[in-house]
């Protein structure tokens, strides 16, 4: 296949070293895969925009390189690896923890160099734009559980429910049988928080028993507060968003934790390597397979192209629950 020798990609980058980071849409040498490399060359298909992304691209919050083309998410064709992969014409998926993106250029572009160690294949029930979608949402609603180490007995508080992150959460724990309760700031769930903000509507729905874990996808420092108050005993809290509408600070009980033998837990997805993350996109892959999982529905994805990326950066800052995917080339 003859490629070009330029593509289109947003560009994060600063006009001085005092000013604040800038987006733009620019032409960029494709990346070149050196002879011996462990790097494979993707046609980018579609690729998902996450808060993530608004938070490394604009605010600069995880101070990674810069200059540096923004995105974790993707999905592809294979268009170079190295031989021994077989890789080469392979549909691939993927997300990333501390190299696209941070070390290296990330997604929203027409190409990516990608180590082969962070391709997985896409799952051929997904299209371009959900499997582009399904990245940073599911591999964190995974992590999310993981370190819940949820069992059949336990009830699940989910804050954000109506997130991306949080519907990762819920279709992954309805896949394993779990009992749930759902909760956001605007309807569609099973507790309105704008309408209910003490939760009283969480004993009722639990036959008047504190919920033993709580995944809180929200962000909302006093929402926080007020989850960690009516946390059970051996409770786990986990959480994964920045704290937004408010300081970072939260009051916590500490004798009460203590007394009740509660934990607490953050979660970040940042700190993962390309190997770590793949190892989670294959795993997710066969639930997606085997129909455990069915991903977002195709209408319910905003799908833009890259030159309406720059302006779906300030939709996604106002964390409305909107996702939108970068229809990056012809699917």
Same mark, same amino acid.
């Given at each position: 296949?003859?490629?070009?020798?330029?593509?289109?990609?947003?560009?994060?980058?600063?006009?001085?070293?005092?000013?604040?980071?800038?987006?733009?849409?620019?032409?960029?040498?494709?990346?070149?895969?050196?002879?011996?490399?462990?790097?494979?060359?993707?046609?980018?298909?579609?690729?998902?925009? /996450?808060?993530?992304?608004?938070? /490394?691209?604009?605010?600069?919050?995880?101070?990674?390189?810069?200059?540096?083309?923004?995105?974790? #998410?993707?999905?592809?064709?294979?268009?170079?690896?190295?031989?021994?992969?077989?890789?080469?014409?392979?549909?691939?998926?993927?997300?990333?923890?501390?190299?696209?993106?941070?070390?290296?250029?990330?997604?929203?572009?027409?190409?990516?160099?990608?180590?082969?160690?962070?391709?997985?294949?896409?799952?051929? @029930?997904?299209?371009?734009?959900?499997?582009?979608?399904?990245?940073?949402? %599911?591999?964190?609603?995974?992590?999310?559980?993981?370190?819940?180490?949820?069992?059949?007995? #336990?009830? +699940?508080?989910?804050?954000?429910?109506?997130?991306?992150?949080?519907?990762?959460? +819920?279709? *992954?724990?309805?896949?394993?049988?779990?009992?749930?309760?759902?909760?956001?700031?605007?309807?569609?769930?099973?507790?309105?928080?704008?309408?209910?903000?003490? *939760?009283?509507?969480?004993?009722?729905? /639990?036959?008047?028993?504190?919920?033993?874990?709580?995944?809180? @996808?929200?962000?909302?420092?006093? *929402?926080?507060?007020?989850?960690?108050?009516?946390?059970?005993?051996?409770?786990? %809290?986990?959480?994964?968003?920045?704290?937004?509408?408010?300081?970072?600070?939260?009051?916590?009980?500490?004798?009460?934790?203590?007394?009740?033998?509660?934990?607490?837990?953050?979660?970040?997805?940042?700190?993962?390597?390309?190997?770590?993350?793949? /190892?989670?996109?294959?795993?997710?892959? =066969?639930?997606?397979?085997?129909?455990?999982?069915?991903?977002?529905?195709?209408?319910?994805?905003?799908?833009?192209?890259?030159?309406?990326?720059?302006?779906?950066?300030?939709?996604?800052?106002?964390?409305?629950?909107? =996702?939108?995917?970068?229809?990056?080339?012809?699917?």
């Amino acid at each position: 296949m003859s490629l070009s020798k330029t593509m289109q990609a947003i560009y994060a980058s600063r006009p001085s070293a005092t000013a604040q980071l800038q987006l733009v849409l620019k032409s960029l040498p494709i990346p070149t895969i050196p002879s011996g490399s462990n790097t494979a060359l993707v046609r980018v298909h579609a690729a998902g925009i /996450n808060p993530s992304d608004v938070a /490394n691209a604009i605010l600069d919050r995880f101070g990674g390189r810069k200059p540096i083309v923004p995105g974790r #998410d993707f999905a592809g064709t294979v268009i170079q690896a190295p031989s021994d992969t077989q890789l080469e014409g392979a549909e691939v998926y993927g997300t990333s923890g501390r190299e696209l993106s941070l070390s290296i250029d990330g997604t929203h572009a027409e190409y990516i160099a990608v180590p082969v160690e962070g391709l997985a294949i896409k799952p051929k @029930c997904l299209s371009w734009t959900q499997a582009s979608a399904v990245g940073v949402p %599911y591999l964190t609603a995974n992590l999310m559980l993981e370190k819940a180490a949820a069992r059949a007995e #336990d009830v +699940i508080l989910i804050f954000g429910a109506r997130g991306a992150v949080g519907k990762a959460v +819920i279709e *992954l724990a309805n896949a394993k049988g779990l009992k749930t309760i759902t909760a956001s700031r605007v309807d569609g769930a099973d507790i309105n928080v704008t309408v209910d903000d003490n *939760l009283h509507k969480v004993l009722e729905l /639990n036959h008047g028993r504190a919920p033993s874990i709580i995944l809180d @996808c929200a962000g909302s420092p006093v *929402l926080m507060e007020k989850g960690i108050a009516i946390l059970g005993k051996s409770g786990r %809290y986990i959480f994964v968003s920045a704290m937004r509408g408010g300081g970072p600070e939260v009051k916590v009980n500490v004798m009460k934790m203590l007394a009740m033998d509660q934990s607490l837990h953050g979660i970040n997805s940042w700190s993962l390597t390309l190997s770590e993350t793949k /190892n989670i996109m294959d795993k997710l892959g =066969k639930m997606f397979g085997d129909g455990d999982i069915k991903g977002p529905e195709e209408e319910s994805l905003t799908k833009i192209k890259l030159t309406d990326v720059i302006d779906a950066y300030q939709e996604v800052a106002k964390f409305d629950g909107k =996702k939108f995917v970068v229809a990056v080339q012809d699917q």
